[in-house]
């Protein structure tokens, strides 16, 4: 008998054949499609591995790709080992997510392979990026979030409009703002309810009217009026077109005044010209000057009022009033004698009398002298000045009523806020019998002074 026709042959080749069945079996019916092959193992890191078991499905596109290994703890996180098949192309940018089967379904690991252009995940590797935001847990987590809001909302609504309201929260003050304005727009309409009747009578009557006078159809309505203004606007419209047409084609006076270039650069002429003149209008300097000189030989002051215009800094004009105490003088001899002859010597007796003066000057300046000539309190003559000491003090000559050669010397010291000291020997020939020294006082003050003060002033 051979061995191949023996019973022990026989029973151990069933065997086989049966066990092989049955492992060819078990392969189809498994969930892990990795179970041939060599499968890529991964793995990931979670805070919450809740609903997921060992050897749950693995899911791309609703499609089984492997199945989870191992689930354990790993740092105080659950650590989830999985396979999947080696024709899934897992790169660095590979995400997982767990998802459920419905609402009380079993939860799977939903896994992304990545950008294909990124790196191969390499076997063994940790996936990074994990979307969980979409599983049942968190969604009751955010539902439980926004009913404890809802809650909170609830609360402050009925605190707001309860009885006595509530001041701690916007909705409990809008609320007793609104009970409050509710309450005044209720007293006033009591209080006022004929007004407000008669202003509602007045607004009918005022519609009334309009409605009136829009449908009236008579000649003088607001219907044909209407037309009747159309026609003329319409009218003038077509004036004003000729007018305009007229005006661009150069034609009439406007018509040149502004298309002929002639014509226009004669007026920017004229305008310059009278923009000029007021430019040197603003540019001009006045100055009002007012000083007082004691007369120690009269024991009198000789006042002067004056005006000063200066239209550059090369020279001024400067007129004057002048009240003079010793303005006139009258000489008398007083002779006695008897029996025609002279007894005494003659005696001469001088009166001194006021006098108004006047003055008119115009003066040029060449560096610190200036020379000036005109009229001298009332009679022609002629002056040097000299300025030193940054323009603050100043030295004068004058020469006047040239007849009796009177002559001035003076000299000025400018202080603060236009105040100035003078003094100096006026005739100093005495040849008008009116020699005297002087001292005095003024204040000189220009327009720019004057601006300032006024807007200083409290009044």
Sequence with gaps: MSFLTSVQFKVGALVIIVGGLIGYMSM?????????????????LMPNAAGLIKNSSVKTAGINVGVIKEIKLQDGQARVEITVKSDIPLTTSAAVAIKS?????DKHVEISPGNPVDPPLSDGSQIMIINDQGSLDNIMTQV?????????????????ISQDGNDKHVLGRIMKNIEKVT???KQVTGENKEQISEIVDQVNNITTTIDELVNDESETGLKKTWKKTLTRLDSTMKNIDEISTKINN???????????????????TAIQGVSGLFDAAGRIQTGFDFHGDYLSTFGAT????????????????YLAIIDDPAGVVEKNDTTISSGGSIISDTTTVMKHYNKTRFTALFAKNFWDWTV???????????????????KRARLSFEAFNLEKANLRFSARYMMSYGFYLT????????????????IGAGLFLTNDDLKLLLSRSPF
């Design 302 to 317: 000789k006042s002067h009022i004056g005006i000063q215009i200066q239209p550059g800094l090369d020279r001024y004009y």
């Design 144 to 160: 439980g979030d926004i009913a404890k809001s809802l809650k909170a909302v609830a609360e402050v609504v009925r605190e707001s």
């Design 423 to 438: 003094g100096g020997l006026s005739d100093a020939l005495d040849k008008s019998n009116q020699r005297s020294g002087y």
């Design 183 to 185: 309450d005044d727009l």
């Design 101 to 105: 089967i419905g609402i009380l379904g």
């Design 250 to 268: 150069g034609e009439g006076t406007i018509g040149k005044l502004i298309n002929d270039e002639t014509t226009v650069d004669e007026l920017n």
């Design 28 to 44: 189809q019916v498994s969930d892990d499609p990795s179970y041939l092959g060599s499968p890529h193992k991964v793995w990931f």
């Design 372 to 390: 000036k000539g005109g009229m001298i309190e009332s009679s022609g003559g002629f002056g040097l000045d000299y300025n030193f000491w940054r």
